[in-house]
């Protein structure tokens, strides 16, 4: 039989990059310039087009952009998801741990998968399996890189359900995923990602079908667990305010390219792209909206297989000239590494005259534990 006798290598026989120490000179994860594109009857899709930024541990970076700016295929090309074809590298490079993640085999990947780095997908009802019980779903990771027996992989799997607030645990780890409610399937999701105590953490938009009460719990149950275990998170979601107060930085992604990277204060409090700007003004601002209306970007982000000739913005931008129509902007970095691709970004006046007037002092995960707590006593009443 084809392929029989070949041995897979045992968990044991593999090196655990996680515990290896960071060469010198490199990050926890490095992402160059790196660009997926798809290649399909209508063209070439250019999904993730130079994609750049650094993560070490203990650090959370927030990805943020409309849909369809390419958040989830850039995550998905770090974890080596995508199907090529008919998805391709075009360029760049992924470095974990100072290793070239897109040169490893598909078997390497599989090691790194889960145990390294793990997602938490944006719907949980797509992968989680219909057939298998929780307990075993849970569990495989687990046997796979941990080499633990089924018996032990079982209870540890009843102790991440308890962790991730799941009411009678040791029942509820024999049901199927369709006996567990949206919330409670998002939880499921968190503890197969947190199973084997990953360095990375990836959760692609995790809270977008959820209440603001469970929303707030779940990103609270991620700063917990970062606090316990030091490892980085990448948050990705479409909502500016859902990162305000746990991104340590963040990425303004639109039309497949960073616009804007930077700490979050920098986003926050002195944003220099007027598509963050425009981000900025559609979440709302609980100190300032009284005295402004919230106000959506017009339009729609533009196709990614004919992109405009200049800044992909420009069509919306309501500051576009005819140079940004024409030219690509370029990149403009700052002392401190805040960056942004708009041809007027290094222009102080352009800035401070457009600049939408920003006061985060309650942000939106402020929002979320208030609805928490008068839920607690709306439930205790
Ligand atoms: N397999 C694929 N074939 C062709 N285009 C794709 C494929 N997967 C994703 N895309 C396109 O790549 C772009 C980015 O998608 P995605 O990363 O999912 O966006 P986001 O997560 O920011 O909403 C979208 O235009 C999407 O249609
Ligand atoms: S380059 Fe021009 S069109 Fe693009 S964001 Fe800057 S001002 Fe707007
Ligand atoms: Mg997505």
Redesign the pocket.
Known sequence: MFGFGRKKKQATDWVDLKTQPVPEGHHLLEVNDLKMYFHTQDGVVKAVNGVSYTLDRGETLGVVGESGSGKSVTSLTIMGLIDMPPGKIEGGDVLYRGRSLVKMTEEEMEHIRGNDIAMIFQDPMTSLNPVYTIGRQLSEGMILHRGYSKQQALQRSIELLQMVGIPNAEQRVKDYPHEFSGGMRQRVMIAMALACDPDILIADEPTTALDVTIQAQIIELMQKMQEENGNAIIMITHDLGVVADIADKIMVMYAGQP?EFGTAEEIFYEPI???TWGLNRSIPDPVIDEKRPLTPIKGNPPSLVNAPA?????PR?????D???TEQ?PTYVTETGHYS?????HDAS?VSANAPETSRTKTMLDHAADAVAAAQEGGEA
């Open positions: 616009v792209h007027p598509y200049g800044c992909a913005f420009s931008c309501p500051y576009a000239t140079l940004c129509r902007p691709r708009c041809h007027y970004a352009f």
